[in-house]
C-alpha cells in the first residue's frame, strides 16, 4: 500500500496500529458475507446448515482480499469523517501566506 493518496496527499496511516479499526470492519463484512450466502445456498439447495456454511467459506475465500481492501477504505472514510487530519506545513497552499 501507497504511504500516501497520489491525488491528495493524505497519510494513509497516521500512527502505528492505525488499521487495527479495519480489521474489525473486515471481521463484520466477512461474517455477513458468509452468513448471506449460506442463506441463499440453503434457500436454493435445502441442504443441511453445516454444509451450507462449510460451502459459503469455501465460496467467500476468493472475495476476501477484496473485503479486506474495502474494509480499509471504509475505515479511512470514517476515521476523515469524525477526526479529519490537518494539512501539513508543508502542504499548505499557495497564497495563503
Do not use: H
Not at 461474517?31 to 467467500?60: M, Q, S
Not at 481492501?69 to 487530519?85: G, H, K, N, S, T
Amino acid at each position: 500500500m501507497c504511504p500516501r493518496c497520489s491525488i491528495c496527499d493524505l497519510k494513509f496511516q497516521r500512527e502505528e496500529g492505525y488499521f487495527l479499526g479495519a480489521m474489525y470492519i473486515s471481521f463484520g463484512l466477512a461474517l455477513a458475507t458468509i452468513a448471506l450466502i449460506a442463506a441463499l445456498l440453503w434457500a436454493i439447495t435445502g441442504w443441511w446448515i453445516t454444509k451450507d456454511v462449510t460451502w459459503a467459506v469455501v465460496l467467500f475465500v476468493p472475495l476476501a482480499p477484496t473485503i479486506s481492501l474495502f474494509a480499509r477504505v471504509l475505515w479511512i472514510y470514517l476515521d476523515q469523517a469524525f477526526d479529519p487530519e490537518p494539512p501539513e506545513r508543508g502542504n499548505i497552499s499557495a497564497g495563503s501566506d
